[in-house]
Each structure stands twice: as C-alpha cells, then as structure tokens.
C-alpha cells in the first residue's frame, strides 16, 4: 500500500510563503516523478511542477519564479515553496507519485488527498 501525506498548507496574505510538504510511504517502492497540482472551486486540477528522480523541474506559467519544486529522493519527499503568493493560487493542492514497486514491470499514479491553500488579498 502506498500512501503520500500532504502537510504545510494553511492561510496566507498575498505577497507571503507557504511551504507544503508530502512525504511517500509503502514496502519496496521506487519514485520517479512527483509532483503538484492545484484545483480551484469549480475548476479542474492543473499541473503546478513537477521534478523528475534526477532533478529536472517543469513548472505552470503560472508559478514560474515565484514556486520553488525540490524533492528528498532518501526520504521519498517533495517539497514546494510557495512565495510571492497571489489569491489566484488559492485551491486545494494535491501530491502526485508516479511509484514503480519493485518485482512489477509498470508503475502506477498515486495521489494525496490533498491540502488547502488560502491567500488573502
């Protein structure tokens, strides 16, 4: 059983940081993306980055120079730090792992349930 577990969300004033945390738990697991999205009231969940096993980071327009993506590959954590934050980034914001479990030949998605993200004008 894999789970992810998201932390660090909450309210904040525009202009301020957030930083959210997920850490991945199961028996015999391999990592490769991690990532994090966004869904808004009433809205679709979008990409906000993602980084690869090895680093590489993609990230929404949206977010580009204000979000920072990093990840403990040791600790099967990715992290994202939030600044400058705007009221558009308000939504819930969910953990996304693309988890290969070891002695199966394809991996699989798996999600957190997701934590709030508030920002007050």
């Given at each position: 059983?894999?789970?992810?577990?998201?932390?660090?969300?909450?309210?904040?004033?525009?202009?301020?940081?957030?930083?959210?945390?997920?850490?991945a738990s199961g028996r015999d697991i391999s990592i490769n993306?991690?990532?994090?999205?966004?869904?808004?009231?009433?809205?679709q969940r979008d990409l906000v980055a993602v980084i690869s096993?090895?680093?590489?980071?993609?990230?929404?327009?949206?977010?580009?120079?204000?979000?920072?993506?990093?990840?403990?590959?040791?600790?099967?954590?990715?992290?994202?730090?939030?600044?400058?934050?705007?009221?558009?980034?308000?939504?819930?914001?969910?953990?996304?792992?693309?988890?290969?479990?070891?002695?199966?030949?394809?991996?699989?998605?798996?999600?957190?349930?997701?934590t709030l993200v508030t920002v007050s004008s």
């Amino acid at each position: 059983q894999v789970q992810l577990v998201e932390s660090g969300g909450g309210l904040a004033q525009a202009g301020g940081s957030l930083r959210l945390s997920c850490a991945a738990s199961g028996r015999d697991i391999s990592i490769n993306n991690m990532g994090w999205y966004r869904q808004a009231t009433g809205r679709q969940r979008d990409l906000v980055a993602v980084i690869s096993r090895g680093g590489d980071t993609n990230y929404a327009d949206s977010v580009k120079n204000r979000f920072t993506i990093s990840r403990d590959n040791a600790k099967n954590t990715v992290y994202l730090q939030m600044n400058s934050l705007k009221p558009e980034d308000t939504g819930v914001y969910y953990c996304n792992a693309y988890v290969l479990i070891i002695g199966r030949t394809t991996g699989m998605d798996y999600w957190g349930k997701g934590t709030l993200v508030t920002v007050s004008s």
